[in-house]
C-alpha cells in the first residue's frame, strides 16, 4: 500500500472515533451511515433530496417575497417601481452566483491540476522525507479540491434559486405594468394615492389596536398638500363612523380594503387629484408614458 493510501486510511479510520460505543445502538448506527455515505461521498443537500430542492427554496418562498414586498404598497406604480428594484437585487444575486459558480470550477480544475504535477513529482524521488512532504501536500491539496467541489455543488443550487426569482419579478412587472395602463394615471399622480391610501391603513390599524392616532401619524399628516390632508381627514371621520357609531366588527376584514374606492382620493381631471394640479405642487410636469389616459 502506497504511502498515500496509508494516510488516506488513517484519515478515515480517525474519523470512526466519533462513534462511541456508550451511545445508543440507533445514534451509532446513525453516525455510520453519515460517515460511510454522505461524508465518504462529498453528498450535498441536492444529492440526498434533489426533488425535495428542486421545489422547496432555501430563500424565501415567492409568496412570501409578494405579501411582504408588494401588498404593503397601494398602487400598481409603487408595486412596478418595487419589482423593478427587486428584480435589480435578485439580478446582482444571479450574476454573484454565477461568478462564484465560474470560480469555483476554475479552482477545482487548478487543484487537480496541482495534485496531477505533484503526483507526477512524487514519482520522481525515493529518499523517505521528501515522499512524507509531498505525500501530506497532496493530501492536503484533495482536501482543498473536496472543498471546492462542494463549493461548485452549493453554486448551481444558488444560481437555480435566482433564476426562479428573477422568473417571478419579471411575470410580476408584466402584471403591475399592465394595471399601470389601465389606472390612467402618471406616477406622480398615482403618489397621491399612496399617501391618501398609506396614511387612511395607518389610522385604522392604531384605531383598532390603540383606540388613538398616535402623534407621529397624525403630525405627518400635516405636511400633505392641502387636498390630500383634507381627504385624509375625511377618510379619519369615516373609519371612526364605521368603528364607534356602526359597531365595525373586530373581526371584520379591514376598512381600507373593503372600501378602497370610496375612501382613494379622486381623479379631478388631466393631472389633478382632488382639486390639486400635481405639476403645480411638484414644479415639474409629470411624465406619463406607460399609463393610458381615461
Request: aromatic residues 8%; negative net charge; hydrophobic residues 35%.
Amino acid at each position: 500500500m502506497s504511502d498515500l493510501a496509508v494516510i488516506r486510511k488513517k484519515i478515515e479510520n480517525n474519523l470512526m472515533n466519533v462513534v462511541n460505543d456508550k451511545y445508543p445502538i440507533s445514534i451509532q448506527n446513525g453516525f455510520n451511515n453519515i460517515i460511510t455515505n454522505i461524508l465518504s461521498e462529498e453528498k450535498q443537500l441536492t444529492d440526498l433530496y434533489p426533488e425535495i430542492i428542486a421545489e422547496i427554496p432555501i430563500s424565501t418562498s415567492q409568496l412570501q417575497d409578494t405579501c411582504v414586498q408588494y401588498e404593503q404598497h397601494f398602487t400598481p406604480h409603487k408595486k412596478l417601481r418595487q419589482s423593478l428594484l427587486e428584480l435589480q437585487d435578485k439580478l446582482s444575486a444571479l450574476y454573484a452566483a454565477k461568478t462564484s459558480h465560474k470560480k469555483a470550477v476554475l479552482k477545482v480544475e487548478r487543484t487537480e491540476l496541482e495534485i496531477e504535477n505533484l503526483r507526477n513529482e512524487l514519482s520522481s524521488y525515493d529518499d523517505d522525507y521528501t515522499i512524507k512532504r509531498l505525500t501530506l501536500t497532496i493530501l492536503e491539496k484533495e482536501v482543498d479540491l473536496e472543498e471546492d467541489k462542494r463549493s461548485v455543488n452549493n453554486s448551481f443550487h444558488l444560481i437555480k434559486d435566482a433564476m426562479l426569482k428573477v422568473i417571478q419579478h419579471q411575470e410580476l412587472i408584466k402584471k403591475y405594468e399592465d394595471e399601470v395602463a389601465k389606472s390612467g394615471l402618471s406616477f406622480e399622480e398615482s403618489e397621491a394615492e399612496y399617501y391618501v391610501m398609506y396614511f387612511t391603513s395607518e389610522v385604522e390599524k392604531q384605531l383598532r389596536t390603540a383606540n388613538r392616532i398616535d402623534t407621529g401619524t397624525f403630525g405627518a399628516i400635516s405636511q400633505l398638500p392641502e387636498q390630500l390632508r383634507l381627504k385624509v381627514l375625511k377618510n379619519i371621520s369615516f373609519l371612526k363612523h364605521k368603528l364607534y357609531t356602526e359597531n365595525y366588527p373586530a373581526e371584520g376584514d379591514y376598512i381600507w380594503k373593503v372600501y378602497y374606492d370610496q375612501l382613494k382620493p379622486a381623479k379631478t381631471g388631466e393631472g389633478e387629484i382632488e382639486g390639486m394640479k400635481v405639476s403645480d405642487f411638484i414644479g415639474i410636469d409629470t411624465i406619463k408614458i406607460l399609463s393610458k389616459s381615461n
